[in-house]
């Protein structure tokens, strides 16, 4: 308002001097190097010789303005200057009174530094989108890599998996130093560059990595970038470590970083048999995303050796492991923006896992119960290659991905269920090619045109073998036997292009998409019997399939953005025409089906301040179902779930409503969130099982049944100055309506789980820091049958505190506690505590570690899972306690 004001005592002044000497006025126009107008510049009319301000006005809000000049001036005397912050001041001589004076501005590079206050409290620093964290000023001497740092950032969540989230909101990558080295496989980066060397960590919101598109296509995605020391950008970087201890333990980290702008690296070799999961260094925390924008439904995994659930632990506290990895992570930064990267990895694994488990289903007038014991061996080989180019340049953007990925296990089980004793071997051999290709143009119109092509194949040939005499009343007429073997391959096809263009103007850019997609699958099974003779017979006729499936989709999208500063809009109007044909000729099984579907979706951002803002999200989905629904003779998942299909092909219509609010304040280090989430899912299709004391069996029948689900969540953090503390806390309540067919009856289900967390990490001083948190969690399930009375509360306390008396030894002793109380069974209670000594020997610059993990040396572990009606109590068996000397360097 006070500059609306301005500019009406400006005009007026102008209307003045216009009558008192002033005589032809100048006009023009100012925009940016985008075409943008550029609002409240100031326009300064001068003597070119005394370099005096004659007269002066500012832009309107569509960049024009209108200066009077003095008639008493010559024309060859005058000269129009533009300033605006943000922009590289630019003038220009005038030569005609009566020619307009344009002005195309460009962004300045000395732009307006944040404010900083010079203080020991922390301070967070902003510049337009991105904001950014001083790690010293939240690190302590305790803190090994930079995930440890992170982990204490108010307004920054770390999970369990290692997924970041900002003010609630998941990331979608983390950058090092500018650069895209990981894509979203960041734990390398979090648990593995020392935070020594990381000078900020940055967060950009509404991050657009493609330069073609910025400010002209909306992106609500946030990202973080690791910026580094000078020093740590000269040099290679290594933090080395050697441990070994008792009983039998060992563990290694050998590592080579560099981060100099020319190139970066990550490389490193690690194993260990302390419980630490290498396999969690690989997560892709965006792969669901990735796979809904490629649109290829890959066919899971279709066996197991069993039901198990992991311990809701830290996964160093129950694995029995030997894993070794090489992880090779390069990047070089050639001239023009043209970047070059390896990502490749081979892991090994040799896991053990002891467990036993008892399942309570209860069902109207009768309950189902099994008990099993397992002791499983896994080895699981992962080898993984990825060769990108990238060429990120603001007229051009190109980037091709090739990658090839081969996931091959033998696991092993010694099964003891209801009574009888039972192996198993497990093996599968997943290999996977695929190449994205991605290049976008900007033409001199301005507008821009995309190309993309995707194509991949996969196979993945299973097989279990279950004996002897599993079951042989129900798979071989009671009639001993010496093993079941069960053989499942779902080779597959796939590829997606389409051809994109796009028409930005001053206000909204136009995006118009054409394409189309073909899959084929072919679902290969069999169930046979060996014999005690070792003959091998089908275990019935309707215990195999050669099921093929062909999906053709032509599509076309119009997409309409606003990528404004206050209000950022995405429309997305996108229209199909899918056809799939399957087919079995050993059922007599030739189907198909057409089907024109439309799926808008709407992204609205509304900046309600200078950090706050308002999210929406309405996305409405209609789909088919996958090959994984359509085969007809009976599969045998795992050792007591007996798969088939009797219906038509599923379709599937999801609604989903998402509102958000987002708060912060900076300078006070206060960051909140609230969020509420619909999803409504109707489909043609219900599950439907029969379940038994030996066995589960499930066919999918043509009824229509729907899935109701409400998520609200809220998180605060704040950092006090006063208290050097950063507190933080959240609340979810989730609410699941379903409805199932068990045992011939119609079973309406409402799952409700509600978590409440909070926490505290300070520093006290110098010497002390201490973080304490807790999460509880309560789960309760309503039906019309007996599960209706039963719920879960359990309750984790996680707390740590580190001392360092002088600057060479430091001291830390943690601990979990475990809490879980289900009526009608005995309160279950745990506590694990770790404890490290750290002593730093300055003249060889190493330091040596000797820890104790879980010594009170708990080696059990019981606890309870709910789900609609189904009750389990698991045991596992824990390593107990490990004693580990380590050597630690830098190279």
């Known amino acids: 308002m006070s500059r609306i004001i301005k500019s009406v005592w400006l005009l007026v002044i102008g209307l003045l001097f216009s009558a008192h000497g002033f005589g032809q006025s100048i006009k023009g126009t100012v925009k940016d190097s985008t075409g943008k107008p550029v609002p409240y510049a100031t326009i300064n009319l001068k003597n070119a010789a005394t370099n005096n301000i004659i007269n002066y006005t500012i832009t309107d809000t569509r960049g024009a303005y209108i200066l009077p000049a003095p008639a008493d001036t010559p024309v060859s005397g005058l000269l129009v200057e533009v300033r605006c912050i943000g922009y590289k001041n630019e003038s220009r ?94 734990n390398i980066a979090t648990t593995t560059i020392p935070q020594g060397v990381v000078d900020q960590v940055q967060v950009i919101q509404n991050h657009q990595p493609v330069k073609v598109l910025q400010n002209k296509v909306m992106s609500d995605d946030v990202a973080l970038n690791l910026s580094f020391k000078k020093g740590a950008k000269l ?18 980290d050998l590592n080579a970083m560099m981060f100099k702008d020319k190139y970066k690296a990550i490389n490193y070799l690690k194993g260990n048999n302390t419980g630490n999961d290498l396999q969690q260094d690989l997560v892709s925390h965006n792969f669901a995303d990735n796979m809904q924008r490629i649109d290829n439904d890959v066919p899971a995994t279709m066996l197991s050796l069993g039901s198990v659930n992991d311990p809701a632990l830290s996964r160093n506290r129950y694995l029995f ?41 209860f069902l109207p007038g009768d309950t189902v119960r099994y008990n099993e014991t397992q002791r499983n061996r896994f080895r699981p080989h992962i080898l993984h290659t990825q060769f990108t ?44 090619f695929s190449n994205e290709f991605n290049l976008i143009k900007s033409l001199r119109s301005n507008n821009i045109i995309q190309a993309y092509s995707y194509i991949s194949h996969s196979t993945e040939p299973e097989s279990r073998t279950i004996g002897p005499d599993y079951n042989n009343p129900i798979f071989n007429n009671d009639v001993p036997y010496a093993q079941l073997v069960q053989n499942v391959n779902v080779p597959a096809w796939y590829t997606n292009n389409y051809i994109s263009f796009k028409i930005p103007s001053n206000l909204i850019t136009q995006s118009f998409r054409t394409g189309f997609s073909v899959q084929s699958q072919k679902l290969n099974s069999d169930l046979n019997v060996v014999q005690t003779n070792n003959t091998i017979n089908l275990q019935s006729d309707s215990s195999i399939n050669h099921l093929n499936w062909t999906r053709k989709k032509l599509y076309t999208e119009a997409a309409y953005d606003l990528p404004g500063s206050i209000l950022k809009v995405n429309l997305t109007l996108p229209l199909s025409l899918q056809q799939i044909n399957y087919s079995d000729g050993l059922y007599a099984l030739r189907k198909g089906l057409t089907r024109l579907y439309f799926n808008p979706q709407l992204k609205v951002k509304y900046q309600t301040g200078m950090e706050n803002y308002l999210n929406l999200l309405y996305s409405y989905r209609s789909e088919a179902g996958t090959i994984e629904d359509m085969y007809q003779g009976y599969i045998l998942k795992d050792y007591r779930t007996l798969y088939a299909n009797n219906a038509g092909l599923t379709e599937r219509q999801n609604q989903l409503v998402a509102l958000g609010f987002n708060y912060r304040k900076a300078l ?56 050097k503390t950063t507190f933080s806390g959240g609340i979810q309540w989730q609410s699941n309506k379903s409805v199932q067919i068990q045992n011939n009856v119609l079973l309406p289900f409402n799952t409700i789980s509600r978590t409440i967390n909070a926490g505290a990490d300070t520093k006290v001083n110098e010497q002390v820091n201490f973080s304490y948190k807790v999460i509880f969690t309560q789960i309760q399930s309503h039906s019309a049958v007996e599960a209706s009375a039963y719920h879960i509360n359990q309750l984790l306390q996680q707390a740590s505190i580190n001392y360092n008396p002088v600057t060479n030894l430091q001291f830390k002793l943690s601990g979990e506690h475990y809490f879980t109380r289900q009526q009608g069974n005995p309160e279950l209670k745990y506590f694990f505590a770790d404890a490290s000594a750290k002593f730093r020997v300055e003249k060889w610059k190493t330091d040596l570690e000797l820890s104790a993990a879980n010594f009170l040396n708990v080696k059990t572990y019981n606890t309870l899972y709910l789900s609609a009606n189904t009750l389990t109590a698991s045991s596992y068996t824990l390593p107990g306690r490990i004693i580990l000397l380590k050597i630690m360097f830098h190279i």
Do not use: C
């Not at 091709?400 to 033998?410: A, E, F, H, K």
């Not at 009574?419 to 093996?427: A, D, I, R």
């Open 93 to 186: 001589v005038i030569t005609d009174l009566q020619a307009p004076v344009d002005f195309t501005l460009s962004v300045s590079i000395n732009q307006l530094q944040a404010v900083v206050i010079k203080s020991s409290r922390p301070v967070l620093r902003t510049n337009g989108d991105t904001l950014s964290y001083k790690v010293s000023d939240f690190s302590s001497v305790q803190d090994r890599v930079i995930g440890d740092v992170i982990k204490k950032l108010p307004g920054i969540t770390v999970a369990a998996d290692g997924r970041i989230s900002y003010n609630n909101k998941p990331i979608s990558n983390l950058y090092i130093g500018g650069d895209n080295l990981l894509d979203d496989k960041y």
């Open 235 to 252: 040099q290679m970087v290594g933090q080395e470590s050697i441990g070994a201890g008792l009983p039998g333990n060992y563990d290694v």
């Open 321 to 361: 492991n030997r894993p070794g990895i090489l992880n090779l992570n390069n990047l070089v930064n050639f001239k023009k923006n043209v970047q070059m990267k390896i990502n490749a990895y081979y892991l090994r694994d040799t896991r053990r896992q002891d467990y036993s488990q008892h399942t309570t289903i």
């Open 389 to 432: 180019l990238n060429i990120n340049q603001d007229k051009y953007y190109l980037n091709d991905v090739l990658l090839m990925d081969n996931n091959r296990s033998t696991n092993y089980s010694d099964l003891n269920t209801n009574g009888g004793m039972v192996n198993q071997v497990f093996k599968d051999n997943a290999l996977n």
């Open 668 to 723: 006070t280090l206060l960051f909140a969130s609230l969020n509420i989430v619909y999803n409504h899912i109707v489909s043609n299709n219900i599950a439907s099982e029969v379940i038994t004391n030996t066995l589960r069996q499930r066919v999918v029948l043509p009824y229509r049944n729907s899935t109701d689900s409400w998520t609200v969540n809220g998180t605060v953090s704040k950092y006090s100055f006063a208290l």
